[in-house]
């Protein structure tokens, strides 16, 4: 299991705080939300456990996911749905991004 995934898990912690209050005006946003961030940690643990070009794509899927958070919290913010994200969740982010992108390449 790629070192990244309690991170991971905690960025859907995150995620979760950020859609409770999302979905009190945009429920599609929160929903879409909600299941990006399920994917990171889902296909991180997916991966952990094939070899070859199935654990590369798996990686390849939770990096996609994981940029896809970030711009549902990019238009919230923008929407004024909740406030700009911390710099913790900030470093969260990049912990996994910058992971899963050398993992995968």
Known sequence: MLRI???AI???????RAAAAI???DRDLA????RA???VPLNIAEGSGVSGGNRRQRYLTALGSA???QACFDVAVVLGY???IGADV????????????KVSR
């Open 37 to 39: 961030a399920a994917s």
């Open 31 to 34: 929903r879409q939300l909600r």
């Open 82 to 84: 909740v406030g700009p």
């Open 23 to 25: 979905s009190k005006r």
């Open 10 to 16: 905690s960025l859907v912690a995150d995620a979760a």
């Open 5 to 7: 995934y309690p991170t």
């Open 67 to 69: 940029r896809e958070v």
């Open 90 to 101: 900030a470093a969260r982010f990049d912990a996994v991004i910058g992971t899963l992108v």
